[in-house]
């Protein structure tokens, strides 16, 4: 007994000796994270605005479909390209946790991977526009090749970048540098799609798309000199011995990680239910401008005029929104065309031009002609973009302030508040779009964010590739649900479907969920 008590009082005074270590190599990292603080957030702010401004030049929703566009007509190389754009990002992320978890040096590991799997590929796609006036199909499947290497690599890169801001900036400081990140891009990025359509009209094809890609690949290539340049704190003993037991775990033994992080934390699975209902009601973004074009274009006889929707790209949120918008517009007016009068002399075409700083669809007829003021188009989307900035701005300070889960919150009631204004009210659409630039600018800030704050020190990969998997997977089934709905009870059901997902959302985050920042301070 005496034997077996002495065992029991040196493993409590190692446990002891152990947590004391884990504390002062706690203390000394904080102490220098406070120290450095300035500094990377400053580098951080660089970081996102080259890089904004690099994406502008090869957009997924403009530059990427209109180069192929002009390499090929093939439907199924377009939905190639489409499949790549929408779910490269998301399809990797649950497969690298492991590898991610296992570096404990996270900006070695962002360097690195996001050179080879976000720069490089990049130059790559400027090389196929290069080599497209040669042979168009060596140019097409070079294009392809290094655009699903660059959308999966940035899939990969994605959880190990949000870790290092975990790293490197205090939680109660990360909501301001992602809004201001945001807030900056979406100026450099609006910078950058007018430069790269100047460029579009100045040179001829396909030198306009090569200088437009290679600028994109510079610009990127800036922006990871300032992530080589950020201060790490140093990892505490706690962290590498966490990484090397990471390391040793194969893929089953990283599924079964998986698996006992959800069924062990009640909160965060809840957590991940609420983010796919709120991935799943944006499915109604695409369909307010089709509602707007519904109550505001008129069919007008006998004259010859032309439609245009400019559409401003901005972030990856608004890439999708805008990607509903252009089928929706483009099936509402086809089916305008078709039933107009029933005339088998009308020569109706759609010709789409489109190039990174707007889409614009043209809709021409030689003796019927559905026309739109192009500046009540142009004003819903810049109330849209004004209600996605001040959504960056508001919620990044905000979040620090009382937390992401407030955030969220607000997201939720912003969006139903769009949704049943359009199914009730139908006039005054610039509100809905403004309401729904909020509640994006919310959701790109804190969707991420608070699946960060859920997590520790060991596990913060596996949380948000968790979560943004989930998220991802929720956003792709529904637009589809949401087809399916709009065909048995129409389209403004869409609207009231939506509402009901994001109020759902809303009772589960107000009642249910409780904020990770308030239990860690307990």
Same mark, same amino acid.
Request: net charge negative.
């Given at each position: 007994k005496i034997n077996n008590a002495m065992l029991e009082l040196n493993t409590i005074e190692n446990n002891q000796e152990k947590q004391l270590n884990f504390n002062l190599d706690f203390e000394n990292t904080n102490e220098l994270l406070k120290k450095n603080y300035r500094w990377n957030f400053s580098l951080l702010l660089f970081e996102g605005a080259f890089f904004w401004f690099g994406l502008s030049f090869v957009s997924a929703t403009t530059m990427v479909p209109l180069f192929v566009s002009k390499l090929s007509e093939n439907s199924l190389i377009a939905s190639i390209i489409a499949l790549i754009t929408q779910s490269g990002w998301f399809l990797p992320q649950l497969f690298v946790i492991s590898w991610i978890e296992s570096c404990h040096k996270k900006k070695e590991l962002v360097v690195r991977s996001g050179f080879f799997f976000e720069r490089l590929p990049t130059y790559f796609i400027?090389?196929?526009?290069?080599?497209?006036?040669?042979?168009?199909?060596?140019?097409?499947?070079?294009?392809?090749?290094? *655009?699903?290497?660059? #959308?999966?690599?940035?899939?990969?890169?994605?959880?190990?970048?949000?870790?290092?801001?975990?790293?490197?900036?205090?939680?109660?400081?990360?909501?301001?540098?992602?809004?201001?990140?945001c807030f900056i891009g979406t100026t450099t990025g609006a910078i950058g799609a007018t430069l790269s359509s100047v460029l579009l009209e100045k040179f001829s094809f396909p030198f306009d798309f090569a200088l437009n890609f290679f600028i994109a690949a510079l610009a990127i290539t800036i922006s990871w000199l300032f992530v080589l340049a950020t201060f790490e704190p140093p990892?505490?003993?706690?962290?590498?011995?966490?990484?090397?037991?990471?390391?040793?775990?194969?893929?089953?033994?990283?599924?079964? *990680? @998986?698996?006992? %992080?959800?069924?062990?934390?009640?909160?965060?699975?809840?957590?991940?239910?609420?983010?796919?209902?709120?991935?799943?009601?944006?499915?109604?973004?695409?369909?307010?401008?089709?509602?707007?074009?519904?109550?505001?274009?008129?069919?007008?006889?006998?004259?010859?005029?032309? @439609?245009?929707?400019? *559409?401003?790209?901005?972030?990856?949120?608004?890439?999708?929104?805008?990607?509903?918008? #252009?089928?929706?517009?483009?099936?509402?007016?086809?089916?305008?065309?078709?039933?107009?009068?029933?005339?088998?002399?009308?020569?109706?075409?759609?010709?789409?031009? *489109?190039?990174?700083?707007?889409l614009i669809t043209k809709i021409q007829n030689q003796d019927t002609t559905i026309i739109s003021d192009e500046s009540l188009v142009g004003f819903f989307t810049t109330s849209l973009l004004f209600g996605q900035t001040c959504g960056y701005l508001f919620f990044g300070f905000l979040a620090d302030r009382a937390g992401h889960k407030l955030s969220l919150e607000l997201s939720a009631l912003a969006s139903s508040f769009a949704y049943l204004w359009v199914f009730f009210v139908k006039r005054f659409?610039?509100?809905?779009?403004?309401?729904?630039?909020?509640? @994006?600018?919310?959701?790109?800030?804190?969707?991420?964010? @608070?699946?960060?704050?859920?997590?520790?020190?060991?596990?913060?990969?596996?949380?948000?590739? %968790?979560?943004?998997?989930?998220?991802?997977?929720?956003?792709? %089934?529904?637009?589809?649900?949401?087809?399916?709905i709009a065909m048995l009870f129409g389209n403004d059901s869409i609207f009231l479907f939506a509402a009901i997902l994001e109020i759902l959302a809303f009772i589960l985050l107000r009642h249910i969920i409780n904020d990770p920042r308030l239990i860690k301070k307990t």
């Open positions: 400027a090389l196929s526009a290069f080599l497209s006036q040669f042979s168009t199909s060596i140019g097409l499947f070079l294009f392809i090749i290094a *655009l699903a290497w660059r #959308e999966i690599g940035t899939g990969i890169v994605a959880p190990a970048y949000q870790d290092l801001i975990a790293k490197c900036i205090p939680y109660n400081k990360r909501g301001r540098l992602l809004g201001l990140q990892s505490t003993a706690q962290e590498i011995a966490s990484a090397n037991e990471a390391s040793k775990k194969n893929t089953s033994q990283s599924i079964e *990680l @998986l698996k006992e %992080v959800i069924n062990r934390d009640h909160n965060f699975r809840k957590f991940i239910l609420v983010r796919m209902l709120l991935a799943a009601g944006t499915l109604a973004n695409g369909f307010i401008m089709l509602a707007a074009i519904q109550h505001t274009i008129q069919p007008i006889k006998n004259t010859t005029n032309n @439609l245009y929707f400019n *559409l401003p790209i901005e972030s990856n949120l608004i890439d999708s929104f805008f990607i509903n918008v #252009e089928i929706a517009a483009d099936s509402l007016i086809k089916s305008n065309i078709n039933n107009n009068d029933n005339n088998d002399n009308n020569n109706n075409y759609i010709d789409s031009n *489109l190039n990174d700083n707007q659409f610039q509100l809905s779009f403004f309401f729904v630039g909020i509640s @994006l600018g919310a959701l790109e800030i804190s969707g991420v964010l @608070l699946s960060i704050e859920f997590s520790d020190f060991k596990s913060t990969s596996t949380y948000v590739g %968790v979560t943004n998997s989930a998220a991802g997977f929720a956003a792709a %089934v529904g637009p589809i649900i949401g087809g399916m």
